[in-house]
């Protein structure tokens, strides 16, 4: 038992890592949009912002029209969520970030994310969306 019981505890102290590891958290230069990119995707949350979101679908329980997914396959789209993204490190204008299938770029006019097998995306600023 007391083997059993180690073995759970290593175990866990190497999980525990590697899957902080895996997500790559960052915010643009000016706080206004966080991001993290995930091996099942990317998340970015908007803090403030005046565009126009689509109309919170009856299934959305938690916040509308702030977050704008992208996954695996697939277009972006916007996610009903009921948490924040970690601001991260700060990704300098002009600079890009990739990890997993994923790449983002922080542009002065907003960031803007692609799926690198795809190409699928999107770009998200104070003033605007847009799904690629």
């Known amino acids: 038992m007391r083997r059993l019981v180690l073995s759970a505890a290593l175990l866990a102290a190497a999980?525990?890592?590697a899957s902080a590891a895996a997500i790559v958290?960052?915010?643009s230069p000016s706080?206004?949009?966080r991001c993290?990119?995930?091996?099942?995707?990317v998340r970015c949350d908007i803090q403030q912002k005046t565009f126009h979101s689509p109309p919170k679908p009856n299934s959305c329980e938690f916040d509308w029209g702030q977050s704008?997914?992208?996954?695996?396959r697939g277009k972006a789209h916007f996610n009903c969520v009921s948490?924040?993204?970690?601001?991260?490190?700060?990704l300098a204008y002009g600079d890009e970030i990739a990890s997993h299938r994923f790449r983002c770029k922080s542009l002065s006019s907003g960031?803007?994310?692609?799926?690198?097998?795809?190409?699928h995306g999107f770009k998200l600023?104070?003033?605007?969306?847009?799904f690629f």
């Open 83 to 90: 948490d924040a993204t970690d601001p991260g490190s700060e």
């Open 68 to 72: 704008i997914g992208l996954a695996r």
């Open 125 to 130: 600023s104070r003033q605007s969306y847009r």
């Open 36 to 41: 993290a990119i995930l091996k099942t995707g």
């Open 31 to 33: 706080g206004n949009i």
């Open 15 to 17: 999980i525990v890592p």
């Open 25 to 27: 958290s960052f915010h």
């Open 111 to 119: 960031v803007r994310c692609v799926n690198k097998r795809n190409e």
